[in-house]
């Protein structure tokens, strides 16, 4: 849904609403109406759904390669495009490989520009200094909640680790 508003020259954010209200409530009214429609899908399109556990990934896999690289080319016909389609796939089964989620790196190129411009707007209203990111209670308070958000892996795994240690000693 960010991805759509981006193409459509939408900058999703808290001024979406006050910009283009319209959009907004239509946007709820069509998504209610479409779980509605989409319940009564769902309850009759089960069976044949279920039936589709029963496909080999070796049937699967190809077919939807197919689908997205003739898709891709059909788009814009240009086989950057295919080649950008190949390094992403890649990517993303490196991503997966090494153990992180796709969903957050996706989340990042979308939001990754609105942060820039709002990072850039942040600074030239302090006159190019940083340090009002630090005055502020507000600003304090991400910083804190930054730091536990970074520090809590490693701390809770070296809290189970003693823990662990004291369970064992006699």
């Known amino acids: 849904l960010l991805g759509a508003f981006l193409i459509q020259g939408l900058a999703p954010g808290p001024t979406l609403f006050d910009e283009r209200p319209d ?3 239509s ?10 429609l989409l319940l009564f899908i769902g309850l009759f399109a089960i ?6 556990i029963k496909v080999p990934m070796t049937v699967i896999v190809p077919t939807v ?4 690289f003739t898709g891709i080319y059909a788009v814009s016909n240009s086989l950057f495009n295919v080649g ?3 390094a992403a796939g890649v990517l993303g089964y490196v991503v997966r ?15 990754g520009p609105i942060l820039e411009n709002s990072l850039r707007q942040s600074i030239t209203i302090a006159d190019g200094s940083t340090a009002e990111f630090f005055n502020t209670p507000i600003g304090l308070g991400i910083y ?8 809590w892996a490693p ?3 070296m809290v189970r680790s003693r823990k662990a240690g004291k369970a064992e000693d006699p």
Do not use: D, E, Q, W
């Open 65 to 68: 390669l197919l689908l997205s």
């Open 155 to 157: 701390i809770s795994t």
């Open 47 to 52: 069976r044949f759904a279920a039936m589709l």
């Open 84 to 86: 950008v389609l190949l």
């Open 97 to 111: 490989k090494l153990g992180y989620s796709i969903a957050p790196l996706s989340i990042g190129f979308v939001l």
């Open 27 to 36: 946007l709820f009214l069509g998504l209610f109406l479409i779980n509605i």
């Open 23 to 25: 959009i907004m409530y």
């Open 144 to 151: 804190a909640v930054l730091a536990l958000t970074i520090l």
